[in-house]
């Protein structure tokens, strides 16, 4: 059995045991959700720095994963999400799933009932908007991200390999205000996403889900077939600015980062560096060097 089909076998397990009446409730009476997509807009390149334009960073809270293992199992999430934003990152990606990637839906819930000077960038201050990453397969989980605090969503196409159900669960998204994700990884599942009724944001997975391997090939090969009115995040395999410059010349709206991120000996300068930002913010260790 694949890594892939023992998540979803996980998964299934997890939402027998929630309350989809419940959650449906609790989403109905929950705080909208803040405008995600409008957070990826890419921004011209200041004068002096080229041509061309600065693609937004989401960045992701990441303490493992089934293909490399431990990441970083001690950092302080609350304080890297605020470094995330102070350093020039344009969205939160928080993992939630818990026995595959050390994740937890609490980390979610708590990022958006801190005060609203948390994780704020400071060119709006505003707080990120957050994607809630997860193998959602049943409109139970999403209304138990609306409850939670999740501005987006992922929607897996490998996951969902049912059409009508991929197609469902695209549309009560949106109704509920969330910002739908669609990863694709191939040609098939790009052209099942451009299928979906308001399709507006498609993230392109460079990594192969049967193999683990990973290609920016993936991205320029898929690009091409996506219109440019519907907004595209590259993901996986992007460790360096010269990665986020290949990006950007294949189209790219934003880039989704979260092993190089947490993984670096100097995260704010990490954040800086692929978020294409050029000032320093002052008084900010590095997060793995923090004393938790």
Sequence with gaps: MSILAQIIAHKKMEIAALDASALRRAADSSPAPRDFLSSLT???????????????????????SPSK??????????QVADIYAQNGASA?????DEKFFMGSLATLR?????????????ASNHQLPLLRKDFIISESQLYESRVNGADAVLLIAAALTDDALLAD????????????????????????????KDVKLIGINN???????????????????IPAEIAVVAESG???????????????????????????????????????????????????????
Aim: no cysteine; net charge negative; hydrophobic share 40%.
């Design 69 to 78: 293992g431990l990441l970083a199992p001690h950092l302080d999430l609350f």
């Design 238 to 292: 992007i460790f360096t600015a010269s990665d986020v410059e290949r990006l950007a010349k294949a189209n790219v709206d934003a880039i989704l980062v979260g092993e190089a991120l947490v993984t670096s000996d100097d995260i704010p300068a990490k954040v800086r560096e692929l978020s294409g930002q050029t000032s320093k913010v002052e008084g900010r260790m590095p997060a793995n060097q923090i004393d938790l």
């Design 169 to 196: 669960l695209h549309a009560l998204a949106l109704e509920l205000g969330l910002t739908p994700l669609l990863e694709v990884h191939d040609e098939a599942e790009t052209e099942r996403a451009l299928k979906l």
């Design 92 to 96: 939160i990606s928080v993992l939630t």
């Design 110 to 122: 708590q990022l958006r009932q801190l005060p609203i000077t948390s994780y704020q960038s400071p």
């Design 207 to 225: 990594r192969n889900l049967s193999t683990f391997e990973v290609s920016l090939e993936t991205t320029e090969r898929l690009r091409p077939m």
């Design 42 to 64: 890419p921004t011209p390149l200041p004068k002096g720095e080229g041509q061309g334009v600065r693609v937004s960073l989401i960045a992701e809270l990441k303490r493992a």
